[in-house]
């Protein structure tokens, strides 16, 4: 199991892609992405939106109701979760301002900044309400798309380059019921 975390923990690497210069936040964010390999797809993609190297390099720090910043909503749905053309600018926009008042402490801690945070109502694929950051992450959760997407990701990392569009449906399937990490890698290595 521990080789295969770690290995799991390189696969996350690759597409929670993130990069920053402090030692501790990159640790920290490799602990999370180590933590998480195996666990909950929506708990971990949640935990990494907190992350203080995350959270600097996408700009969400600077993310405020004044002015919210794009880059995190958008690398959530185009490279973490749905891929492109699977949303519009307008659900970038929207969700965006979600996530408006994360930031962190200098130990690197997520802090909150309620100031912050746009308290309006946002429409985000088709549903209103006064989402959080992690309202966003369960709406986009709710596509079949984003297991797919996961499911290409790790048949090509583990499987092969070249798709086999029934033995992506086959873990689809498995994986969209509750985005378990371990049953997904469970069913690819004992399947023929």
């Known amino acids: ?3 295969l975390r770690e290995k799991m923990t390189l696969f996350w690497a690759n597409v929670f892609v993130c990069e920053d210069n402090n030692v ?4 920290q964010f490799i602990n999370t992405l180590r933590e998480h390999a195996l ?3 929506r708990e971990f993609t949640k935990a990494i939106s907190k992350e203080a190297a995350m959270t600097k390099y996408l700009n969400t720090k600077q993310n405020r109701k004044q002015k919210p ?3 995190f909503a958008r ?4 490279l973490f979760t749905l891929g492109e053309g699977y949303y519009t600018e307008t659900d970038i926009k929207e969700s965006a301002k979600a996530f408006t008042g994360y930031g962190h402490n200098l130990k690197g801690e997520f802090v909150f900044r309620k100031r912050k945070h746009d308290e309006t109502e946002k429409t985000f694929f088709g549903k209103t309400g006064n989402f959080t950051g992690d309202d966003i992450i369960d709406i986009i959760l709710e596509h079949k798309q984003c297991a797919r997407f996961i499911c290409e990701k790790i048949y090509r990392y583990f499987v092969n ?3 086999n569009e029934s033995h992506i449906n086959a873990m689809v399937k498995v994986f969209y019921s509750n985005y ?3 049953k997904l890698m469970h069913y690819v290595f004992m399947s023929d």
Not at 24 to 27: A, D, H, L, R, T
């Open 69 to 71: 910043n794009e880059n």
């Open 39 to 41: 666990g909950d797809f």
């Open 1 to 3: 199991d521990a080789l």
């Open 180 to 182: 378990n990490i371990e």
């Open 161 to 163: 380059d070249i798709l």
């Open 24 to 27: 501790v936040y990159i640790q």
């Open 75 to 78: 690398e959530l749905m185009e």
